[in-house]
């Protein structure tokens, strides 16, 4: 029989996350003030965070221990399987071998529950009552939802309401762990008011939901705001998954030449490339790491590198990034999660000092290549992970043109089962392309008044 | 750490299936021809199943040996964990230690694909270039499409069209493996033209949708049938869960006093019990097996044992069940996989020689235990899981009551990622509770014109 899939233990879980600050040759700049423009330290964050994160967020040390109670909730789902892809190998007739990680057996079905979990853990440790946060397609929403429940912390979404009307599933499984869910914009917040006043038949915007879950932290003393991707303590709860491959990777032997994740704010690709990116800095390895975006949201392949805003109303922290620009708004496709204009400030140092690479796939390749996968490997992907499995097949049908094998590792985030309209609309031919041109990129980028970098 | 999940490697993958029949103090009565009434063999079934799939209906040898590529592909999921469930034992406040086995973690979410794949390969070996199946909610022919997919087989599920309107996600998905799905009554069949002549608007049946997929096997050569449950290949291939879990609970040093499994047509249950009866029936031990069913269909606490059809027409051969009538009809409950009128003829078998037992649960104590369980544990499970974790909890709570622990592993043979619509209406206080009179039952036995067992 084959050796498909590679496992580790319980006891293997691991017991401290990877910091891949302490390791950059380039720190990322500071943060600045979004008025006076002037860098700003992490007690700007104060009032959103507990201190715990925040001491994450900043932190140099290369290792942060994993708290026992975290691990001990992680082990529900972790540690994840790693699979070698013999039946995409097959499909694509190619000299590759081709790996994926599997995170989609969380009881969230994504990646999302690694950070979820902890952020839930260190608000409860500091006697916080509440956790806000914001949901578009309701991934996040419910990996939050899922950890809360746990900790028995009131859990407060804010979904926007397009969303919550098209997919009222999501919405119910966060429910049945507990949480509240609103649509957005909202009667709870002043901020929804004012927009409900002005426009009572609005959808809402994954901005405006912002907005809201941010207000009722910042206005309530036992209430906290959670985000699921972007920030550096998030990414760094998400190299649970990298550090996992690369004892399965040894496990068998072997080792990538490539490794490959979707890209949205960049938890998911940080989570799976930076333990190796840490083999290229500790051991001088030279492992080629791809994040994959979509064409729709080309933020790394054809965005620029400068001072942004995190959000849309401009009201976060000047952050330096690679951006489309914070007013831009991306098609609207199904992979939610990748719907973001700009990328985290690690990622983006790293993008600029060129040591990782980024790869754009369109709408129809990414549903052709999650078609592929499903029925050569058995699991039907999220639109989001699609992407991933879109670089890694170009990858791989680059070795058969070229006659040559490489290890080739992606991050497969997050099974479909919630996304089966997704596949419906390909299979009926309303799935589209969504290329930008030049001109509506660069007008994008041309609206900014943010601080440029040299 | 706690050690809350129990794993298994690759390699240990049981290498055989556990035949009960060798074991039985009595053996099943033989099925008997639906006209003649008279016994028959195995050779009756030869138009709709595959010759190796026949003689494993009739085989009484202990052991099965399951096929290199079979275990191949079962380690695409398998071997499944085996979780104790801390969570819900601190929730009930209970000394009784409790267990489950994971099925939802297959591809296509339930324990279903333990034998769509075997029948699947017996086909293919036997040259046959299509399936055809029938499926209700849509668990089984997902199940069957992932398989035939596997193998290239041509699959054709004949689904019941108020499911395949309302249900628009499980086509989908059958979709994304590659199978065509029909609304049943459809234009494909004879049976299926001739009902639509009478009815266009019909809504369609179970009975209606197996008539169409037996006619398609019936009358074409290269075409065989497939059937998710009740027969004894099926509960044969289901052993593998059990057997795992026998490994598992060793591995930690403990062996279940109580086995616990939902009931539908037998297979789940099945699955998990008849390899702890063996321990009781070679080892002497003293393992008590609860099937559970819901009380809007208690075929096994108020039904009668006799000869009964397997379909609601009356063509299949009559066999020796536990049955509430073929016309019976049960209540639209979500839990559709446990709506069948009668049991499998072994675990009737079993019933009847009071080796196992049975208990039943109203709709909304089962979906109390779901959410129960979710909270709790973390997994939001399917509605027929529901079911094992009501009669679990039931029985920790009696371990309560008695001052007393006992150890209780039962069957969590799906997730609910599909059924979140039951979880609504639950929410919505839109679940009711179908208890069924005596006169009812009655009423649906006096009918039966089928031998009675003396």
Redesign the interface.
């Known amino acids: ?5 590679i ?1 580790l ?3 293997e ?1 691991p017991e401290k996350w990877y910091n891949i600050i302490a390791d950059m040759p380039n720190k990322p700049l500071p943060p600045l003030h979004p008025e006076t423009k002037e860098p700003i330290g992490p007690e700007a964050l104060a009032p959103l965070f507990p201190m715990e994160l925040i001491k994450q967020e900043v932190t140099t040390d290369k290792w942060v221990e994993i708290p ?1 109670e975290v ?3 992680y ?2 789902w972790r540690p994840t399987p790693l ?1 070698r892809a013999y ?1 995409l190998e097959k499909a694509l007739d190619t000299p590759a071998k081709i790996y994926y990680k599997y995170e989609g ?1 969380s ?1 969230a ?1 994504s990646h999302k529950p690694n950070t979820s979990v902890p952020q839930a853990y260190y608000n409860k440790q500091e006697g916080i009552k509440r956790i806000t946060t914001e949901t578009g397609a309701g991934q996040w929403g419910s990996a939050l939802a ?1 950890a809360c ?2 900790f028995d912390i009131e859990c407060e979404v804010y979904m926007v309401k397009l969303s919550y009307q098209h997919k ?2 999501r919405k ?2 966060m ?4 949480a509240n869910v609103f649509p957005s914009p909202s009667e709870a917040t002043e901020a929804g008011r004012k927009i409900l006043a002005k426009d009572p038949n609005t959808t809402g915007s994954l901005g405006i939901a912002i907005s809201e879950a941010v207000e009722r932290a910042a206005t309530n003393e036992d209430t906290k705001y959670a985000l699921g991707s972007v920030l550096n303590h998030v990414k760094l709860h998400q190299t649970i998954i990298g550090q996992e491959a690369v004892a399965q990777m040894e496990k068998v032997g072997d080792m990538p030449d490539i490794v490959i994740a979707p890209f949205g704010g960049g938890s998911n690709f940080a989570g799976l490339a930076f333990p190796f990116l840490r083999l290229n800095f500790d051991e001088g390895k030279n492992i080629r790491c791809i994040a994959s975006e979509p064409t729709s949201c080309p933020k790394l392949t054809r965005g620029v590198f400068r001072y942004d805003y995190g959000d849309t109303v401009g009201m976060t922290p000047l952050l330096p990034m690679y951006t489309l620009g914070h007013n831009f708004v991306p098609a609207p496709i199904h992979a939610g999660g990748l719907r973001y204009h700009g990328a985290g400030v690690i990622v983006s140092q790293l993008l600029k000092d060129k040591l990782i690479e980024a790869s754009a796939h369109d709408n129809i390749e990414v549903f052709e290549a999650g ?1 592929t996968f ?2 050569s ?4 992907p999220a639109p989001e992970a699609t992407h991933g499995i879109a670089t890694a097949i170009a990858e791989a049908q680059k070795c058969k043109e070229e006659g040559i094998s490489k290890t080739i590792l992606f991050n497969l985030c997050g099974h479909g ?2 996304d ?2 997704a ?2 609309d390909y ?1 009926a031919g309303n799935i589209v392309k969504h290329e930008l041109t030049s001109e509506e990129i660069n007008r994008s980028i041309a609206e900014l008044d943010t601080p440029e970098i040299k």
Not at 175 to 178: A, I, P, R, S, V
């Open positions: 029989m084959k050796n498909r899939k496992t233990s319980e006891q879980i026992d691990r001990n909730i082990s529900i699979y039946g057996v009881p079905g899922f429940n746990h009222p599933y119910v499984m429910n049945t762990w507990g078609v499903a029925r490997e058995g699991i039907i089962n919630f089966m309209k596949y419906e299979f």
